[in-house]
């Protein structure tokens, strides 16, 4: 059975405000497997009982706490990290700590997954907690507003059909896999490549050692 719509049927019976926020924190904790929770505000969205903005604010706010724990969790994970790689990071650090929230509302609002990457990344680098809060729950509540609009102007029919079609089991495995190897490529070349050189070429004011 195709997994969005198994989950288009597990709500479709009960589609109330609680429903919509454990779908959504429950899937956005849920590290490098894409679980879509779009398909549970779509149904929502046809729910005469629910309000469509709130739908959206509820929605955001689940994802934000679920993508908040796993930033907490990156965070701190930053203290397993060697002296001498804190220091080869220090210009990236400085570089996202300036514009990362960009990257934040960027993923946040992108309908395209995994965003987990960014996420731990800005993690470990310590971007201000409310800088990433405040980006997340932004974009999240665009995209979601996006969703419930989209679905109560054009039809169910139609955005099921749409999900259905983008978020096959086999899709899901494929961007899984591709998650897990973009992600450890990633981290491994945090650790392994000199940022001084490539992030000082471009930022020089990165590498004032008096910035910190």
Known sequence: MDYTFFLISFIDASSGYFQVFVAS?????????????APF????????????NLIAIISALG?????TLIFAL??????????RIKENMLPLKRLLKRYGWVGSFLAAITPFPPDDIVI???????????KFILTNFAGKLIFNLLIVWGASLTGRAIIEQILL????????????????IITAVT?????????R??????FPWTLDDQKD
């Open 197 to 202: 050189k490539i992030v000082g070429k471009w």
């Open 165 to 180: 079609q983008s978020q096959s089991l086999s899709n899901i495995i494929i961007m899984t896999v591709a998650s897990i």
């Open 74 to 83: 990156s965070y701190q994970g930053n203290r397993i990290l060697s002296k």
């Open 41 to 52: 505000l779509v149904v929502a969205t046809f729910n005469s009982d629910l309000d469509l």
């Open 120 to 130: 731990i990344l800005l993690g470990m680098i310590k971007l201000e907690p409310w």
């Open 25 to 37: 924190f429950v899937t956005s904790i849920i590290l490098f497997i894409p679980i879509p929770y």
């Open 187 to 195: 981290i491994y070349s945090i650790i392994k490549v000199d940022w």
């Open 63 to 67: 994802v934000t706490a679920g993508r």
